[in-house]
């Protein structure tokens, strides 16, 4: 390669160098070659956690390797089948967390994927999306606004094109980039290579096709990567609470063991015997695997919701999913099918109607008594028809459009009256164009015919008139005058009314004499100086599109209504379009609409800050807004305390999904730089997949809960056990091997099962969880202590009573280890759920729960009948009458719990009654019917 930096040659030399080709692009063969030799196009990451430090980890745990330092004493004291037990199942134990992390952390990587960037190439002359991390240096890629540059490119060609570099020269405002070479004397700064585009800056504007000059770790970007490097994945608020609280779980564990120890050794038990009683305990008791069951359910739960086709881009959006008060939707698209279809035009003072579905270029015209009409004798309908198709980048393809859809219902009308647009740019070759953008409303391309120019432009109605001074009708040109003005404006609001998306059309011929003519016709003419041509336009008719809302979409608006959360439209149509379809959807009530329920952009740009997050409390609907609105609505909202998940696709939107509580971004639709910015993406783009999300994030707090509540209740049970016996003066009830075989039995696979409960039936229909709302309100920190409590005394008694009519030592220990087991074994169904009974929930609902108890009544029998096992665990074999025993105790909290329901919650019920004086009085809601 020459040594002249690429941002100085031209891009025919740069190809040359490249061994490219500035139309074709590399053939794939040559690509996949370039891509065996330079590697893949990634910058290196710090590198996800290897299975061999999974399995480390396990053994890292403190307490865990004070419990092996246990071990190695009992072996030297000879105690080598105790301490062949312990190793085993510190083991087993150790398989089950690396079971766990290692699935945890499989199905992050595979969200990671997930959401990994692509890019439109150009190889072998045909345009399509690939992985970005498959492009070689000599791709020829296109990029436009939103984009993320997927490398290093020098651009080839450029429309109004400008990039953010932020990330590179700390320079914030986005910079003008044209394919113009710089000269390489004046040593030009990263930030003055006009013509190059670095890799993981933001396209903000316009649209540009450049060659990969650079991939991987030799761009710009690689070179400064280690600085850049994000750090490793996001805990959640919900994980950073629950690691500060077991840490005074640990602490409080260890005071209670080492009273346990003292006492015991007091009481005439050996140290040794205590000291592993004492850490046998600890282990037990201490919930080390609380957080890894926490990542997997979000971890599942985040494979659940990608099923139903919401990406979680960031865990903590979860848990704050559950808690969204308002979300905030697009309609285009998102609310609606976004297959446009053109029903009506108002060319010159006629209305044509126009039939035909989707984009099938099959269809008629009509006028409108329904009198057929034939557009190629109509010429102000014709020319409607042209000035939309030549105004539009979609075309034509088989089986449908491709491009957008409002502009492939322009061209798919064409098509309808024999207009083909590849035929009619060939008479009229496009030389320039502004455009769409959102906050513009408009498109406007400009022409070469017979030497002249001619100026086309498309977009909101009332935004296109403004640019007209002329109006065009079946007589020809002429003046346009206000009562024009004013009809045209009133057709708008009607066909908007009936949920149309009306288009204006608009034109203008600029004489070739023309100066400014002549630089755009000579290509020397910079987006900026173009905007000034649009004006004095000629007013050439009105489009009405229907877009029909989304078949799922008024059910899922309905269950957001009974969940508390409330659903608001955010739109760049028209008012009157935004109102029919939010009446279709369910937003807004047909019969009457209360005022503030529909704000306009202008409006919005009347309040101030304070009125605004007023006025957000009752809009229902906001229209033609622009995306630098949707950012003050967000934060009106949360002003309030609302909880807002706010949708967004364009690359205005990214701030406003940023600010969200739950940024949400289009996977179809959606910029790279928007779905950077949000928490969540949505596959398919539709709402009801928020909604869908958002009952999945409730059900997988309520199944932390779950097996929060069970996996503390049983360790509470444990350890009060085992100290209420030290302080009463008691042998051991279990010995520590059992200890820590109980602990192997229950907290490991039922714990896991719990997390991944189905939701259950009555999740949408109940209020939004405060966001503050600690991970034990709701009594579930009494439930916890309750049920702890009376696992431990079932099991005290289950020891003391055998123990106390002459039963051996042996027997006791094993109905202790039987009853402890069997609590918690029915415990895990009570944690099911909150509210519900068990027979309202089904039995059989989540078969790896049953799967899991199962497993572990097995081990828990092998334990006592095996004959292999008995010796090692110093347990005899247990009677019929001794499990009558057992099941009496370890079903009595359940019993005791049902009575007093009945006679407490029952005795509640009658007070109400009274209270209510034989008037229906509706119950007290009662979401803590037990313990
Ligand atoms: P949403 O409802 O999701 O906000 P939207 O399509 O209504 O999306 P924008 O894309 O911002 O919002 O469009 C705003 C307005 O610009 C539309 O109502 C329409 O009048 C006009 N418009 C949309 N697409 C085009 C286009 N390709 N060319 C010209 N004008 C357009």
Redesign the pocket.
């Known amino acids: 390669m020459s040594d002249e930096p690429l941002y100085s040659l031209e891009p025919a030399a740069v190809a040359g160098l490249l061994r490219t080709d500035l139309e074709r692009g590399l053939s794939a063969r040559e690509a996949e070659r370039r891509l065996d030799e330079v590697g893949p196009n990634t910058l290196k990451e710090a590198g996800g956690v290897s299975p061999l430090a999974i399995i480390l980890e396990q053994f890292s745990d403190f307490m865990v390797l004070v419990l092996l330092g246990a071990t190695v004493v009992s072996f030297l004291l000879g105690e080598i089948s105790d301490a062949v037990t312990i190793i085993a199942i510190v083991i087993i134990n150790a398989v089950l967390g690396f079971v766990q992390e290692y699935r945890a952390e499989r199905s992050l990587a595979a969200l990671r994927e997930l959401t990994a960037p692509t890019a439109r190439v150009v190889r072998d002359r045909a345009e399509f999306e690939v992985d970005a991390a498959t492009l070689v240096p000599g791709d020829l890629v296109m990029v436009e606004a939103g984009d993320q540059v997927p490398a290093d490119l020098r651009l080839i060609e450029a429309s109004s094109l400008a990039a953010e570099e932020a990330a590179l020269t700390g320079e914030s405002h986005p910079v003008r980039k044209t394919p113009r070479a710089v000269a390489a004397d004046q040593r030009p700064t990263l930030g003055e290579q006009g013509c190059m585009l670095f890799m993981g800056s933001v396209i903000t504007r316009g649209r540009g096709r450049g060659l990969v000059v650079k991939t991987g770790m030799s761009t710009e970007m690689g070179l400064i990567a280690g600085m850049i490097q994000e750090s490793g994945e996001e805990e959640t608020p919900l994980q950073r609470r629950l690691e500060q609280l077991g840490k005074y779980i640990v602490a409080a564990c260890l005071v209670i063991c080492g009273v346990v120890v003292v006492v015991g050794v007091r009481n005439g038990e050996s140290i040794y015997r205590m000291f592993l009683a004492g850490v046998s305990l600890a282990v037990a008791a201490i919930p080390e695997g609380l957080p890894a069951i926490v990542t997997i359910a979000l971890a599942l739960g985040v494979q659940r919701m990608s099923k139903r086709q919401a990406i979680v881009r960031r865990l903590p959006a979860v848990e704050t999913l559950g808690c969204a008060t308002v979300v905030c939707s ?5 609310l609606t099918e976004n297959q446009m279809t053109v029903r009506r035009i108002i060319a010159g003072h006629r209305s044509v109607y126009v039939s035909g579905t989707g984009y099938s270029p099959k269809g008629r015209f009509y006028g409108d008594g329904r009198e057929p009409l034939d557009p190629r004798r109509n010429e102000a309908l014709r020319l409607a028809l042209l000035v939309g198709a030549l105004c ?1 980048d979609a075309r034509l393809a088989p089986g449908g459009i491709k491009g ?1 859809p ?2 492939g219902a322009l061209v798919v009308a064409a098509a309808k009256a024999g207009l083909l647009v590849e035929e009619i740019e060939a008479e009229w070759p496009r030389v320039a164009e502004i455009p ?1 953008e ?1 906050e513009r ?3 406007t391309t400009f022409h070469r015919v017979d030497g002249g120019l001619w100026l086309l432009c ?4 009332d935004t296109v008139i403004d640019l007209c001074t002329r109006f065009r009708d079946e007589a020809g040109e002429r003046a346009l005058f206000a009562a024009d003005r004013h009809e045209i404006l009133k057709a708008n609001e009607e066909m908007a009314g009936d949920a149309l ?3 204006g059309l608009a034109a203008r011929r600029i004489p070739a004499g023309d100066p400014r003519a002549a630089a755009v016709l000579g290509g020397r003419t910079e987006a900026e100086d173009l905007a000034p041509l649009e004006r004095d336009l000629c007013f050439i008719g009105l489009v009405g599109m229907i877009d029909p809302p989304r078949k799922e979409v008024y059910r899922a608006v309905q269950t957001c209504q009974r969940a508390g959360v409330r659903t608001v439209m ?5 008012w009157a379009t935004a109102r029919a379809i939010a009446q279709e959807i369910g937003i807004l009530e047909t019969t009457s609409i209360s005022g503030g329920a529909i704000l306009t952009g202008r409006e919005l740009d009347k309040m101030s800050d304070r009125e605004l997050a007023r006025a957000a409390q009752t809009a229902r609907v906001y229209a033609r807004v ?2 630098h609105h949707k950012l003050r609505i967000v934060r009106a909202l949360k002003q309030k305390g609302q909880v807002v998940a706010m949708t967004g ?2 690359v205005n939107d990214a701030p406003a999904v940023k600010e969200a509580d739950i940024g949400v971004a289009m996977g179809l639709s959606g910029t790279d730089v928007t779905k950077e910015a949000s928490s969540m993406v949505l596959a398919d783009d539709n709402f009801a997949t928020i909604v869908a999300a958002i009952e999945e994030g409730r059900a997988i707090y309520d199944n932390i809960r779950k097996f929060i509540r069970y996996l503390l209740s049983c360790n509470v049970g444990e350890i009060l056990v085992m100290f209420l016996a030290a302080v009463a003066g008691l042998p051991l009830p279990l010995i520590p091997i059992q200890i820590l075989m109980v602990n192997l039995v229950t907290d490991g696979l039922p714990a896991m099962a719990l997390g991944v409960e189905p939701p259950e039936p009555d999740v949408a229909d109940r209020p939004p969880r405060p966001p503050q709302e600690s991970v034990f309100a709701r009594r579930l920190a009494i439930k916890i202590s309750v049920r702890g409590l009376m696992i431990g005394l079932a099991t005290l008694i289950g020891f003391w009573v055998p123990l106390h009519v002459g039963a051996p030592i042996e027997h006791a220990r094993t109905l202790a280890f039987a009853t402890l087991v069997s609590c918690q074994l029915i415990h895990v169904f009570d944690c099911r759920s909150e509210r519900r009974s068990l027979l309202k929930l089904g039995f059989f609902t989540n078969p790896l729960l049953i799967g899991a108890v199962a497993v572990s009544t097995a081990m828990m029998l092998g334990t006592i009948y095996l004959p292999g096992m008995q010796p090692v665990f110093k347990t005899t074999a247990l009677t019929v009458g001794d499990w009558l025993w057992v099941l009496i105790l370890s079903g009595g909290p359940n019993i005791f719990v049902s009575l007093r329901r009945v006679f407490i919650y029952h005795g509640k019920e009658r007070i109400w009654m009274q209270i209510g004086r034989g008037r229906e009085v509706s119950r007290p809601k009662e979401d803590n019917e037990d313990e």
């Open positions: 697009d309609k285009t698209g998102t539009a957008d409002t502009e769409f959102s409303r408009r498109m498309k977009g909101a109605a998306r009306v288009l955010i739109t760049g149509d028209h622009s995306p696709d364009g």
